[in-house]
């Protein structure tokens, strides 16, 4: 075997996807305010979409849920950041039972630690359900979870006020510290995947049974990738709520599963780097939509209202047809030439057995 | 000539070619088998002709008509495919599958009249009529796709390795199906790795080696006499007539 | 030493790297197109950030339009103080990370007042960049109490709104101007908006002397089915005088669909977000006896016979070719009145000296009669005359005009209840 | 040394008793009784459908019996999963390869043999040694999915080695095989069965494989046991004759 | 009391099935799981409000139209060029399809809600073996019930059914047959087009609005429901839908006022239950056969 000069090999892929992070965030610095916040927001972004891809790129399953960790990280930080005196008249009806919760106080630093730990905790909660269950079942498991934080958190006014925005949260992100949490996520992402945990859990990606059937617990590194994911969005959550100091239950839902999701997928599910380089393209892309349908680059005459969203949902279609897996498919990002190995020479006398595009659908195209 | 190849090249991927300037024919009323081992390229040469993988050269042609030709239909050239996984549908009942078969065919006496030859062959399947196409053994799924495949009133038949994974109690039956073809004179494409049996009914034979070359072709007789197949078979024409 | 990446091959790293950079390097410089002349000493600039697309657009569009409308006429009669009003507008797509950042853009743009949405939730994250550079905020028709509250937000946030809880004390004071003494609340658990419209109709009905015989409550959205909550009405042991449903439209307008047909003819009345022509096709032409506390009565709407309101319902008509479809149009075009009647007080164009003219200006004159908008503890409005309207088979017509002039404290810290 | 590796030196013995499965009411495996020593192979065959392919599940645990038990020496595996099944050296291959496609072969056999209870560390010395054994050197960095048909099938049983198994439950492996590859094959199943110590159960329809490769031979039809025996001995049964061979053979 | 409970509950878990089906069958036919379907019942709610002072039949076949005209134009414009996609590329392009079509009905037809005024006959009430019930649960669960007979008799007797549900399992073998999947999809979709306007005339029918955002609600019924039935079937995804409606009635009939705002919450615990217990869903045999 060609020996590729490990250390750099192991650590390439972070590296370089860090560094593209940190371009955002030199963007963001050289900007104006409006960039710097679309900038920060773009690396929170890259936050969640690190952590989703610890679960779904590992295992190959779509998770519509995760939303509902940064919900519970948002939360987490609202409720430990909020000045007592403040949360005194915020939660007027607090249960008894948690009646402590208006006179706990953290530093943002602290908050974000817990804020993690209580999305990893509802992932412990949870993960039963992902360690059982596969396919579009788990994809529809997941929907369900989101269903229900939704729906209670916007329900149990008294404890979350409800419908009403969380208000009143300091403001302590700033575009570093979500850039040195983005860095930390990254590697988290990248030591899971390369891990032994990570490696049995590609294993099950490509093929259920056969991993089962090579004495791989599926469900429990299923269970592990998904509380780890969880841990990482719960910190996305948390920068999420320090930045933009007030937020509101629907800023976890469906809209907010949707635009991840676009992101993810455009950049490839199946790939970190993938996720990364959609989670930054989506968020420029959508900044230059938005300033596009305002008039900016038209010379004042902006666009009809909607325009960007047809263009998002456009340009995600245009994707899936043209690479079904995103622009990275499983790849990893690498700088390196390395040998190549899309196909084996064919020994003489062996069909290759790859077949050609898709056999089953040929029909369908012909038709 | 029904069915003429020639000079195929068939590509998988970027660089792989799995069939190279490959070139046969079978006549009208012709049992023809394609043997060779696996590999070779024999399925993939089957399924240039269904149209299921691209041609990247020469040209097939079926009734002097070319299969690449977008106006070109496998159904009204009546090709009939018995690919090599059978293609039932398990969640259908075994009734249900052969109407699938009749499913473009106008003449609806002549069909009636046809099921009703088939289910004479294949009398098991006249028992399971009602029953899901899942719950059939492995065999009569074989009959079940092959009556199906006959209910199209084919012109050319491609068997694409019919015996495999079966019994050897049901090869013999499969083989008697193919001979009894054969005498009503249906025009007959059989894939096989299984040489002695398929040299023993079939007209003619192609050898085929990897990837997609015809090292030899003739009667059971005549590729004997190379030693090129003989070496690559394993065995000689002689063995196959002791075997008869 | 083997590696689970996928090599991708350099080229194709550095297009990929190179397409995202270039993406984010023409978000980033296309800032130099929009202008910043609003320090001009002649011109007062108002930044709105309002939703014109996405499912929110529906509760801006129109005030926004009427606000514009409004603005239109001042200019033309000579401005502020003779200073022209400039506007600056973002779609903000009913999306609250966006309507930050469009905040932030007018903020950097140097505009001297706000226009935040027709929703707490949307105006929360514009009215938090707005207090951060001390810029009044005023939401454009929020009903939802918090809004107002200076110690929730912050004291340069407003709404040019009574909201829910006045709606709902309007809507009790009005019953029991009819001499209604009994009660059946029937409450949508779907936003804060309805919530607190139930509990200060309850808490309002209760001082004035009802009772609330029953009380039942429905998720709400936009799939309602209330056949067991009908069921309940249906097996009280004798009918309350009315059935106050605290909802908003579809899912409000649905569920008196759903009373009417199972048969509970008693009176229903609601709050002014069951206002719209949607309310009168959604109940139909066999419903009657439905009343709701609106904003005005016109277009859809007759009976209110008021020369003002006609005249703004034809501006409008002139300006935009339709008429407005809800009565909230009316609420932007009276804010605009309001702003431009407190700017002309002001000392300077400072946030200080802007939030402190808010805040000491006297009542407004508006199409539906005088409104004191802003207080000091109170950044909405409380005595604003409310329409009360009935729906009867297949028209709206106006029956009165009903004012409280203060709301019931109920204990939850809104600094606009006495 | 490791308990498994100690265990493994001792002749055991994997045994099916009255086992049983029915789907929808039908019968797949009805009452088979069979076991498997250490170092033989034991050839299941059978016409299709027969329940062979079921037998093999119930055996390495992707099914669960209906009724009967299913033995490793003293223990009970009846209702143990297939993971459980594997650590204690019962690991079976599929007919169709079934590798971890956008893995490379090396990931392949790593993830078995950690899947298997192995560390990091041994893991990855015992992928080396498995990867020599089998000749998969030059392909171990390729992905399984571009393959060759032949190479797949090595990989295939190379995972299975990874797990380190006492028993090894093969489904057809000579499936869409030449004639020289089942010999080849046959060759290095007997191997591995003798150096490892090794208990082979073989589902298999071709018959030169079955009769070169089997100690012993268990004929099924209709999920019941037709016979067991020598191979010579069942090869002149009348009823296997009868309802697998044909007359003809 | 419970007579009107009970038809009610069969009326809703009646329209559920009807929604599910239309869900299922296109991940039968194309492995196509349709988050766009919502946009479908949308398309036939919009005809029902545009055509709302016609006679109730005309409207009624106009949202058919309506409805057809959406689900084939989605097929023509997205789901065509990925007819060689796995089903997660679908689902996921059906997301993309379903935000530009919520965004064009915004922007042109909806930019609000609309109101469709009820039809008289609807508003009766009826003496049935002594309980008052509504005509439009009565018809609720008529007309439910009837689509579910049609669909089951047109998918199990008829030569486009069984084509339908060959190309379901295999296209490829099912195209040299003869079977033409330019016939086949259309097809489909037009089914799920009629299935949807249905649907949306009684959604429409009970809830009197019509918005751009109207088909969140039973595009998640549908997919839920098919989930929760097997996918494997259509009976098994009809069986779904109907429990996950009379769930849905009973949990709203049986739950005290101030947990009332949770029943999603409980709904959907339930439905995890469900699928962790049985992840092969409700109607799926425990046949596992694996090569």
């Known amino acids: ?367 | 000539m029904v069915l003429r190849i020639d000079d195929a090249y068939i590509q998988y991927g970027a660089s792989v070619m799995a069939v190279q300037g490959c070139s046969l024919h079978v006549a009208e009323g012709e049992l023809v088998s394609l043997i060779g081992q696996n590999g070779a390229g024999k399925s993939t040469l089957v399924k240039a002709v269904m149209g299921q993988v691209p041609l990247h050269g020469g040209t097939i042609t079926v009734d002097n008509r070319s299969v690449t030709d977008r106006t070109f239909s496998t159904v009204r050239n009546r090709i009939s495919h018995v690919p090599e996984d059978r293609g039932i549908f398990a969640s259908l009942t075994v009734g249900e599958n052969l109407r699938l078969g009749g499913i473009t065919r106008k003449d609806k006496s002549a069909l009636a009249a046809d099921l009703e030859r088939e289910l004479e062959r294949f009398p098991v399947l006249r028992k399971y009529w009602s029953r899901g196409a899942s719950l059939l053994s492995g065999g009569e799924q074989q009959q079940l796709a092959i009556a199906r495949a006959l209910l199209l009133k084919p012109r050319l038949l491609l068997l694409d390795e019919p015996t495999l994974g079966l019994a050897p109690i049901i090869v013999d039956l499969i083989f008697d199906v193919v001979v009894q073809l054969r005498q009503e004179g249906m025009t007959i494409l059989l894939v096989e790795q299984n040489a002695v049996r398929s040299l023993e009914v079939s007209d003619r034979s192609y050898v085929l080696q990897a990837p997609g070359k015809v090292l030899g072709s003739g009667s059971a007789a005549e590729l004997g006499k190379l030693p090129a197949v003989v070496e690559y078979l394993g065995f000689s024409a002689a063995e196959v007539g002791v075997a008869r | 030493m083997l590696s689970s990446a996928r090599p991708f091959s350099g080229r194709k790293a550095i297009l990929a790297a190179a397409a995202v950079a270039s993406l984010v390097v023409t978000a980033g410089c296309s800032d130099s197109a929009s202008d910043s002349s609003a320090s001009d000493a002649d011109v007062i600039t108002i930044g709105f950030a309002l939703s014109q697309s996405g499912n929110m657009a529906p509760f801006d569009v129109e005030p926004g339009n009427a606000a514009m409308l409004r603005i239109k006429q001042i200019n033309a009669d000579g401005g502020v103080d003779g200073k022209q009003i400039k506007t600056v507008v973002k779609d903000v797509r009913s999306d609250p990370d966006t309507v930050g950042t469009a905040a932030t853009e007018l903020v950097a743009d140097g505009i001297d007042l706000l226009v935040t949405p027709c929703d707490f939730d949307l105006s929360a994250p514009g009215a938090a960049v707005a207090q951060a550079a001390s810029i009044p905020s005023v939401s454009i028709c929020a009903g939802d109490p918090k809004m107002a509250d200076t110690t929730t937000l912050g004291d340069y946030v407003f709404s040019a709104n009574a909201g829910s809880d006045v709606e709902g004390a309007t809507g009790a004071a009005w019953a029991d101007a009819q001499g209604w003494t009994s009660a059946y609340l029937l409450q949508d658990e779907s936003i804060e908006y309805t919530k607190s419209a139930g509990r200060y109709f309850q808490a309002e009905f209760e001082e004035l002397g009802g009772t609330v015989v029953g009380n039942d409550a429905f998720p709400g959205g936009d799939n309602v089915n209330i056949s067991s909550q009908v069921a309940r009405i249906k097996g009280l042991a004798t009918k309350p005088d009315f059935v106050y449903v605290a909802s908003w439209n579809p899912g409000g307008a649905t569920a008196i669909r759903q009373l009417r047909e199972a048969g509970v003819d008693v009176p229903v009345v609601g709050p002014a977000a069951l206002d719209g022509q949607v309310l009168l096709d959604i109940v139909g032409d066999g419903a009657s006896d439905v009343y709701y506390t609106g904003f005005a009565c016109y277009v859809y709407c007759t009976g209110a016979d008021s020369a003002d309101l006609d005249t703004f319902v034809a501006d409008y008509e002139a300006e935009y070719d339709s008429k407005p479809a809800s009565s909230y149009a009316l609420l932007g075009y009276n804010m605009v009145s309001a702003l431009a009647g407190a700017l002309a007080d002001a000392d300077s164009l400072d946030g200080a000296d802007i939030k402190a003219a808010l805040e000491n200006a006297g009542p407004v004159s508006t199409p539906i009669g005088d409104v004191q908008y802003f207080s000091d503890t109170c950044h909405k409005i409380i005595d604003m005359p409310l329409s009360v309207v009935e729906v009867d088979h297949g028209a709206m017509k106006y029956v009165d005009q009903q004012r409280v002039d203060s709301i019931p404290d109920i204990g939850d810290e809104n600094a606009c209840a006495s | 040394m490791t308990d498994a590796a100690q265990l493994s030196r001792r002749s055991s013995v994997l045994r099916m008793a009255g086992g049983g499965i029915h789907f929808d009411g039908v019968k797949a495996v009805d009452g088979v009784t069979l076991e498997v020593r250490s170092g033989e192979v034991l050839g299941l065959i059978g016409p299709n459908g027969s329940g062979k392919t079921s037998t093999l599940n119930l055996l390495s645990g992707m099914l669960r019996a209906t009724s009967g038990r299913i033995h490793l020496d003293d223990h009970d595996l009846t209702r143990s999963s297939m993971r459980q099944r594997v650590q204690r050296g019962v690991v079976r291959t599929f007919q169709s390869g079934r590798v971890f496609g956008r893995l490379t072969v090396a990931e392949n056999v790593e993830a078995a043999a950690l899947g298997a209870g192995s560390r990091r560390g041994p893991a990855r010395r015992l992928r080396d040694e498995i990867i020599d054994e089998l000749s998969l050197g030059e392909v171990a960095a390729t992905r399984a999915d571009s393959l060759t048909a032949g190479r797949i099938r090595t990989t295939a049983i190379a995972r299975a080695l990874a797990a380190r198994p006492r028993f090894l439950l093969l489904d057809e492996p000579a499936a869409g095989q030449n004639e020289a590859e089942a010999v080849e094959l046959i060759t290095s199943i007997r191997g591995f069965a003798r150096r490892r110590d090794c208990g082979v159960l073989l589902v298999e329809h071709d018959m030169s494989v079955v009769m070169g490769t089997c100690d012993r031979l268990h004929v099924l039809d209709s999920g019941r046991t037709v016979i067991e025996g020598e191979p010579a001995t069942v090869r002149k049964d009348p009823r296997v004759i009868e309802i697998y061979f044909g007359k003809r053979h | 009391m419970i007579l009107e409970f009970l038809i009610s509950a069969v009326g809703l878990g009646a329209l559920y099935a009807l929604l599910t089906i239309g869900v299922a069958l296109l991940f039968g036919v194309l492995g196509l799981m349709n988050f766009a379907y919502g946009e479908i019942v949308m398309a036939g709610a919009f005809a029902m409000y545009l055509f709302r002072d016609q006679p109730w039949f005309v409207a009624l076949l106009m949202a058919i139209v309506f409805a057809v005209v959406v689900a084939l134009l989605s097929e023509r414009l997205a789901f065509h060029p990925l007819r060689n996609a796995d089903p997660v590329t679908l689902m996921i392009a059906s997301f993309a399809v379903s935000l530009a079509i919520q965004s064009l009905a915004r922007m042109t037809v909806l930019p609000r809600t609309r109101g469709v005024p009820p039809e008289d006959f609807l508003s009766h009430r009826v003496d049935l073996l002594g309980a008052d019930v509504s005509v439009l649960d009565l018809l609720t669960l008529a007309l439910c019930g009837a689509m579910l007979v049609a669909v089951a008799w047109m998918m199990g007797r008829t030569s486009l059914g069984i084509q339908l549900r060959a190309a379901a399992e295999d296209f490829q073998m099912a195209s040299s047959l003869g079977v033409r999947a330019n016939l086949v999809i259309p097809s489909a979709f037009v089914t799920v087009g009629v299935l949807a306007a249905i649907g949306s005339a009684v959604l429409v029918a009970r809830q009197g609005a019509v918005s751009a955002d109207m088909g969140l609600q039973p595009m998640l019924i549908g997919v839920v429901g098919a989930v929760l039935g097997g996918m494997s079937s259509l009976k098994g995804a009809a069986l779904g839908g109907f429990l996950l409606g009379a769930a849905t009635a009973l949990l709203e009939s049986l739950l005290p006022t101030d947990l009332i705002a949770f029943r999603d919450a409980f709904l959907f615990s339930a439905l995890i239950v469900v699928l962790v217990v049985r992840p092969q869903g409700l109607l799926s045999g425990a046949k596992v056969r694996v090569s």
């Open chain 1, 1 to 367: 075997m060609k020996k590729l000069g490990p250390v750099t090999r192991t650590v390439e892929t972070p590296v370089l996807l860090v560094g593209l992070v940190l371009l955002a965030v030199l963007v963001g610095v050289g900007g104006d305010v409006t960039i710097a916040r679309v900038a920060t927001l773009a690396i929170v972004s890259v936050v969640f979409v690190t952590g989703l891809s610890i679960f779904s790129a590992n295992s190959g399953v779509m998770s519509f849920g995760h939303v509902a960790f940064m919900a519970v990280g948002a939360y987490t930080t609202a409720y430990l950041t909020i000045p007592v005196n403040l949360k005194a008249a915020l939660f007027t009806d607090l249960p008894g039972w948690l009646s402590w919760l208006v006179d706990v106080h953290a530093g943002f630093l602290v908050a974000l630690v817990v804020s993690g730990l209580a999305a990893a905790a509802v992932g412990v909660l949870t993960s039963p359900i992902v360690a059982r269950l596969s396919g579009l079942q788990s994809g529809i498991a997941t929907l369900a979870l989101l269903l229900i934080v939704y729906n209670v958190l916007n329900s149990w006014t008294d404890v979350t006020r409800g419908s009403s925005s969380m208000i009143g949260i300091p403001r302590n992100t700033t575009i570093w510290l979500a850039f040195a949490v983005a860095a930390v996520s990254i590697a988290a992402a990248w030591g899971y995947r390369r891990s032994r945990s990570g490696l049995q859990l590609q294993a099950s990606r490509e093929d259920y049974w056969a991993a089962q059937a090579s004495g791989i617990a599926v469900g429990r590194h299923r269970a592990l990738s998904w509380i780890l994911s969880a841990f990482v969005c719960g910190l996305a959550g948390s920068l999420y709520a320090g930045y933009l100091t007030s937020f509101n239950v629907n800023a976890f839902f469906l809209s907010a599963t949707f635009a991840f999701i676009v992101m993810v997928v455009l950049g490839g599910y199946l790939s970190l780097s993938g996720a990364v380089i959609g989670a930054l393209a989506v968020s420029a892309l959508q900044e230059v939509l938005r300033r596009l349908q305002d008039g900016q680059f038209t010379g004042g005459s902006a666009l009809p209202a909607g325009t960007a969203d047809l263009i998002l949902a456009a340009v995600l279609l245009l994707v899936l047809i043209m690479a079904p897996l995103g622009l990275m498919g499983v790849r990893e990002l690498s700088l390196l030439r390395r040998r190549p190995v899309s196909g084996e020479r064919p020994d003489s006398g062996v069909e290759v057995v790859s077949e050609p595009l898709d056999r089953a659908t040929q029909g369908v195209a012909r038709g």
